[in-house]
């Protein structure tokens, strides 16, 4: 059965801390991981990786995937009281290219 | 560029009632999804459609639920008879693209909270 795992759960961290999260799959036949940043409300699209070890970076975030490991990790650096939020992790299988399969979530909470 | 608009955002039903969710997709958008989110956990697929077309509506109950996407008109989460079950967020997120070559972005509407009483 296909699935995302994320870890951590939850974590918390003081601002100006670097936050690293993870994402694992097992899927058949991997297409692409998305990441989301999701507040009190929709999941906002954050990156989608489809290539092994080509990072992506936006501002502070940057995501990054390994195909061989099954894996992709979110790095926040210098983090602010407005990065807290879950941040979701989605993975879309070749055979069904629209149905995303989600993970639990990271619950990231930055203290001021 | 209106993004993915969903009504109503709240929405409170007594058990055995019918609930309706509607999103309207982005400007162009053809294809919508229907996700189910329930506390603490991931949102978990329910329905994708086109125009017209439910192309698949494999992660929806059998029972109860149904959804539509007319070639006029939002698209439609029915839900018959709801339950306590039912209570949770539903996110409506559609593309542009989806099926061939290319694997286009879903972006969200902001979701329906539905609660039964």
């Known amino acids: 059965e296909d699935k995302v795992v994320q870890s951590p759960l939850s974590l918390v961290v003081h601002e100006g801390d670097t936050v690293t999260l993870n994402c694992s799959y097992e899927?058949?036949?991997?297409?692409?991981l998305l990441w989301y940043k999701q507040e009190k409300k929709a999941p906002t699209f954050l990156f989608m990786l489809?290539?092994s070890g080509i990072e992506k970076k936006s501002g502070r975030l940057s995501s990054i995937l390994d195909k061989k490991e099954l894996f992709s990790i979110l790095n926040i650096t210098a983090t602010q009281t407005g990065d807290s939020a879950v941040y979701l992790c989605?993975?879309?299988?070749?055979?069904?290219?629209?149905?995303?399969?989600w993970g639990a979530g990271t619950k990231l909470i930055i203290k001021p | 560029n209106a993004g993915v608009m969903q009504n109503p955002r709240h929405l409170v039903r007594r058990r055995g009632q019918e609930a309706r969710l509607r999103c309207s997709p982005m400007?162009?958008?053809?294809?919508v999804y229907w996700y189910r989110q329930l506390p603490e956990e991931g949102l978990k697929f329910m329905v994708y459609?086109?125009?017209?077309?439910?192309?698949?509506e494999s992660g929806m109950p059998k029972e109860r639920f149904s959804a539509e996407f007319p070639k006029e008109g939002p698209s439609i989460l029915r839900i018959q008879q709801v339950v306590r079950g039912d209570s949770a967020a539903y996110f409506c997120?559609?593309?542009?693209?989806?099926?061939?070559?290319?694997?286009?972005?879903?972006?969200f509407g902001p979701g329906t909270r539905l609660t039964v009483l």
């Open positions: 997120a559609s593309s542009l693209l989806s099926s061939g070559d290319s694997t286009d972005t879903q972006y």
């Open positions: 400007k162009g958008h053809s294809h």
């Open positions: 459609l086109q125009k017209e077309n439910i192309i698949d």
């Open positions: 899927v058949t036949n991997f297409r692409s």
């Open positions: 489809t290539s």
């Open positions: 989605a993975v879309e299988g070749m055979d069904s290219n629209y149905q995303l399969i």
